[in-house]
Protein backbone atom coordinates (compact mmCIF):
# COMPACT_ATOMS: atom_id res chain seq x y z
CA UNK A 1 0.00 0.00 0.00
CA UNK A 2 1.31 3.54 -0.86
CA UNK A 3 1.78 6.10 1.76
CA UNK A 4 -0.86 8.03 0.06
CA UNK A 5 -2.90 5.77 0.44
CA UNK A 6 -2.29 4.73 4.29
CA UNK A 7 -2.55 8.41 5.05
CA UNK A 8 -5.73 8.66 3.59
CA UNK A 9 -7.23 5.27 5.44
CA UNK A 10 -5.77 6.53 8.61
CA UNK A 11 -7.87 9.75 8.16
CA UNK A 12 -10.81 8.03 7.18
CA UNK A 13 -10.95 5.53 10.54
CA UNK A 14 -9.68 8.46 12.73
CA UNK A 15 -12.60 10.65 11.58
CA UNK A 16 -15.08 7.49 12.11
CA UNK A 17 -13.35 6.90 15.64
CA UNK A 18 -14.32 10.91 16.58
CA UNK A 19 -17.80 10.80 15.36
CA UNK A 20 -18.47 7.81 16.91
CA UNK A 21 -16.94 8.73 20.18
CA UNK A 22 -18.83 12.10 19.83
CA UNK A 23 -21.79 10.42 19.22
CA UNK A 24 -21.51 8.02 22.17
CA UNK A 25 -20.46 10.70 24.68
CA UNK A 26 -23.37 12.72 23.07
CA UNK A 27 -25.81 10.29 24.52
CA UNK A 28 -24.35 9.62 27.84
CA UNK A 29 -25.06 13.63 28.51
CA UNK A 30 -28.84 12.90 27.26
CA UNK A 31 -28.75 10.10 29.57
CA UNK A 32 -27.97 12.40 32.44
CA UNK A 33 -30.18 15.16 31.38
CA UNK A 34 -33.08 12.36 31.53
CA UNK A 35 -31.81 11.39 34.67
CA UNK A 36 -32.34 14.72 36.02
CA UNK A 37 -35.86 15.29 34.58
CA UNK A 38 -36.94 11.86 36.15
CA UNK A 39 -35.86 13.38 39.50
CA UNK A 40 -38.24 16.17 38.89
CA UNK A 41 -41.21 14.13 37.33
CA UNK A 42 -41.04 11.49 40.35
CA UNK A 43 -41.28 14.74 42.85
CA UNK A 44 -44.20 15.41 40.42
CA UNK A 45 -45.99 12.46 40.89
CA UNK A 46 -45.41 12.38 44.68
CA UNK A 47 -47.06 15.79 45.49
CA UNK A 48 -50.52 16.08 46.44
CA UNK A 49 -53.25 15.77 43.57
CA UNK A 50 -53.63 19.38 42.16
CA UNK A 51 -58.02 19.95 41.06
CA UNK A 52 -58.61 21.53 38.39
CA UNK A 53 -61.38 24.16 38.40
CA UNK A 54 -63.02 26.67 36.02
CA UNK A 55 -62.26 29.81 36.72
CA UNK A 56 -58.68 29.25 38.91
CA UNK A 57 -55.29 29.61 36.93
CA UNK A 58 -54.27 25.61 34.94
CA UNK A 59 -51.10 26.62 33.78
CA UNK A 60 -48.25 24.46 32.11
CA UNK A 61 -46.48 24.39 35.00
CA UNK A 62 -48.90 21.07 36.04
CA UNK A 63 -47.19 18.94 33.74
CA UNK A 64 -46.41 15.66 35.25
CA UNK A 65 -48.50 15.94 38.47
CA UNK A 66 -51.24 14.69 39.36
CA UNK A 67 -54.32 16.51 39.42
CA UNK A 68 -58.36 15.95 39.25
CA UNK A 69 -61.21 17.39 37.83
CA UNK A 70 -65.02 17.14 37.99
CA UNK A 71 -67.52 18.35 34.98
CA UNK A 72 -69.22 16.71 31.91
CA UNK A 73 -67.87 15.21 28.90
CA UNK A 74 -68.92 17.03 25.63
CA UNK A 75 -69.08 13.91 23.57
CA UNK A 76 -69.94 16.24 20.85
CA UNK A 77 -66.02 17.04 20.49
CA UNK A 78 -64.28 13.98 21.03
CA UNK A 79 -60.86 13.67 19.57
CA UNK A 80 -60.00 10.25 17.96
CA UNK A 81 -55.94 10.09 17.97
CA UNK A 82 -55.63 7.39 15.25
CA UNK A 83 -52.38 4.88 14.86
CA UNK A 84 -52.18 4.07 18.51
CA UNK A 85 -50.97 0.74 19.43
CA UNK A 86 -51.54 -0.98 23.25
CA UNK A 87 -49.98 -4.55 24.00
CA UNK A 88 -49.23 -5.33 20.16
CA UNK A 89 -52.72 -4.40 19.26
CA UNK A 90 -54.01 -1.39 16.85
CA UNK A 91 -56.48 0.74 17.69
CA UNK A 92 -56.90 4.52 18.77
CA UNK A 93 -56.96 6.95 21.77
CA UNK A 94 -60.27 8.39 22.68
CA UNK A 95 -60.15 11.97 23.97
CA UNK A 96 -62.79 13.74 25.23
CA UNK A 97 -63.30 17.36 26.41
CA UNK A 98 -63.92 18.00 30.39
CA UNK A 99 -66.57 20.98 30.45
CA UNK A 100 -65.25 22.09 34.28
CA UNK A 101 -68.02 22.97 36.41
CA UNK A 102 -68.88 26.52 35.70
CA UNK A 103 -68.70 25.78 32.11
CA UNK A 104 -66.18 28.50 30.64
CA UNK A 105 -63.04 25.99 31.14
CA UNK A 106 -62.63 22.11 29.82
CA UNK A 107 -59.58 20.50 29.79
CA UNK A 108 -59.04 17.28 27.88
CA UNK A 109 -59.09 14.03 28.76
CA UNK A 110 -56.87 11.09 27.25
CA UNK A 111 -59.86 8.26 28.80
CA UNK A 112 -57.74 5.71 26.70
CA UNK A 113 -57.48 3.29 24.03
CA UNK A 114 -60.10 1.54 21.63
CA UNK A 115 -58.83 -1.65 19.65
CA UNK A 116 -59.42 -1.18 16.15
CA UNK A 117 -57.87 -2.94 12.75
CA UNK A 118 -57.10 -0.22 10.58
CA UNK A 119 -56.35 2.19 13.91
CA UNK A 120 -58.97 4.71 12.42
CA UNK A 121 -61.66 3.72 12.05
CA UNK A 122 -64.21 3.84 15.32
CA UNK A 123 -67.45 4.46 16.79
CA UNK A 124 -67.27 6.55 20.02
CA UNK A 125 -71.13 6.47 20.77
CA UNK A 126 -70.62 3.11 22.55
CA UNK A 127 -68.27 4.56 24.97
CA UNK A 128 -69.79 7.95 26.34
CA UNK A 129 -69.60 8.75 29.80
CA UNK A 130 -72.87 11.04 30.70
CA UNK A 131 -73.45 13.10 33.67
CA UNK A 132 -71.08 14.35 35.88
CA UNK A 133 -68.11 13.00 36.33
CA UNK A 134 -64.61 13.35 38.67
CA UNK A 135 -61.42 12.43 36.48
CA UNK A 136 -58.31 11.48 38.54
CA UNK A 137 -54.85 11.26 36.24
CA UNK A 138 -51.33 13.03 35.18
CA UNK A 139 -51.66 16.35 33.47
CA UNK A 140 -49.44 16.18 30.29
CA UNK A 141 -48.28 19.63 28.26
CA UNK A 142 -50.57 20.05 25.09
CA UNK A 143 -47.79 21.32 22.27
CA UNK A 144 -49.22 23.57 19.21
CA UNK A 145 -48.49 22.66 15.51
CA UNK A 146 -47.77 19.71 13.52
CA UNK A 147 -51.60 17.62 15.00
CA UNK A 148 -54.48 19.15 12.36
CA UNK A 149 -57.26 16.54 12.10
CA UNK A 150 -57.12 14.23 8.97
CA UNK A 151 -61.09 13.87 7.23
CA UNK A 152 -61.44 10.37 5.33
CA UNK A 153 -65.13 9.40 4.72
CA UNK A 154 -66.31 11.54 7.19
CA UNK A 155 -63.94 10.41 9.64
CA UNK A 156 -61.97 12.90 11.45
CA UNK A 157 -59.07 11.85 13.28
CA UNK A 158 -55.78 13.28 14.75
CA UNK A 159 -52.21 12.48 14.73
CA UNK A 160 -51.45 14.40 18.04
CA UNK A 161 -53.10 16.82 20.44
CA UNK A 162 -52.79 20.40 18.94
CA UNK A 163 -53.68 23.09 21.36
CA UNK A 164 -53.60 26.07 18.67
CA UNK A 165 -55.81 24.06 16.07
CA UNK A 166 -57.90 22.61 18.87
CA UNK A 167 -58.87 25.77 20.29
CA UNK A 168 -60.01 27.38 17.01
CA UNK A 169 -62.63 24.34 16.93
CA UNK A 170 -63.79 24.02 20.86
CA UNK A 171 -66.79 26.76 21.84
CA UNK A 172 -64.28 27.34 25.40
CA UNK A 173 -61.15 27.91 26.62
CA UNK A 174 -58.99 24.91 26.77
CA UNK A 175 -56.14 24.35 29.45
CA UNK A 176 -53.07 24.11 28.27
CA UNK A 177 -52.31 20.75 29.95
CA UNK A 178 -54.46 17.43 29.60
CA UNK A 179 -54.92 14.55 31.70
CA UNK A 180 -53.83 10.72 31.26
CA UNK A 181 -56.53 9.15 33.20
CA UNK A 182 -55.72 6.45 35.71
CA UNK A 183 -56.78 3.14 35.15
CA UNK A 184 -59.54 2.52 38.03
CA UNK A 185 -61.51 -0.96 38.43
CA UNK A 186 -65.00 1.15 38.57
CA UNK A 187 -64.37 2.35 34.94
CA UNK A 188 -65.71 0.46 32.20
CA UNK A 189 -63.78 -1.77 30.42
CA UNK A 190 -63.40 0.86 27.03
CA UNK A 191 -61.95 2.72 26.63
CA UNK A 192 -59.12 0.83 28.47
CA UNK A 193 -56.97 3.55 30.39
CA UNK A 194 -53.19 3.55 29.81
CA UNK A 195 -50.51 3.28 32.56
CA UNK A 196 -49.01 6.58 33.64
CA UNK A 197 -45.63 6.92 31.02
CA UNK A 198 -42.60 5.05 32.36
CA UNK A 199 -39.77 7.04 34.44
CA UNK A 200 -36.89 5.42 33.46
CA UNK A 201 -33.46 5.82 31.85
CA UNK A 202 -34.36 5.11 27.99
CA UNK A 203 -31.95 3.41 25.44
CA UNK A 204 -29.74 6.19 25.56
CA UNK A 205 -27.44 4.21 27.45
CA UNK A 206 -27.76 1.19 24.88
CA UNK A 207 -27.33 3.62 22.18
CA UNK A 208 -24.36 4.97 23.89
CA UNK A 209 -22.70 1.02 23.64
CA UNK A 210 -23.49 1.21 20.12
CA UNK A 211 -21.31 4.28 19.37
CA UNK A 212 -18.38 3.04 21.43
CA UNK A 213 -18.58 -0.22 19.40
CA UNK A 214 -18.82 1.44 16.50
CA UNK A 215 -15.60 3.06 17.39
CA UNK A 216 -13.54 0.31 18.29
CA UNK A 217 -14.32 -1.42 15.34
CA UNK A 218 -13.25 1.38 12.98
CA UNK A 219 -9.71 1.30 14.96
CA UNK A 220 -9.47 -2.70 14.80
CA UNK A 221 -10.71 -2.40 10.86
CA UNK A 222 -7.90 0.64 10.45
CA UNK A 223 -5.31 -1.57 11.65
CA UNK A 224 -5.62 -4.25 9.96
CA UNK A 225 -6.19 -2.56 6.75
CA UNK A 226 -2.81 -0.99 6.88
CA UNK A 227 -1.26 -4.06 8.05
CA UNK A 228 -2.21 -6.17 5.36
CA UNK A 229 0.41 -6.71 2.74
CA UNK A 230 0.03 -5.79 -0.79
CA UNK A 231 -0.48 -9.28 -2.55
CA UNK A 232 1.65 -9.25 -5.95
CA UNK A 233 -0.43 -9.25 -8.90
CA UNK A 234 0.13 -12.44 -11.26
CA UNK A 235 1.95 -10.33 -13.80
CA UNK A 236 4.65 -9.71 -11.34
CA UNK A 237 4.70 -13.02 -9.86
CA UNK A 238 5.33 -14.44 -13.48
CA UNK A 239 8.05 -11.66 -14.10
CA UNK A 240 9.71 -13.16 -11.02
CA UNK A 241 9.74 -16.80 -12.10
CA UNK A 242 11.35 -15.52 -15.36
Request: one cysteine or more; charged letters at 20%; aromatic letters at 8%.
Amino acid sequence: MSLRARLLVMAFFTVVTLVCLALGLWQMERRKDRRAANVMALEARSAPPVRLESGATISASLEGRRVSAVGHYDHVHDIVLRGRAYRGSPGVEVVSPLVLEGGRTAVLVNRGFIPTPDAVTVQTDSVREPGRVRVEGTALLITSGGGAPLERKSWITWSRLDLMALSVRLPYQLAPVYIRQSPDTFLPRFPRRLEPLPINDGPHLSYAIQWFAFAAMAVVFGVVILRAKRRPTPQSSWSTAL
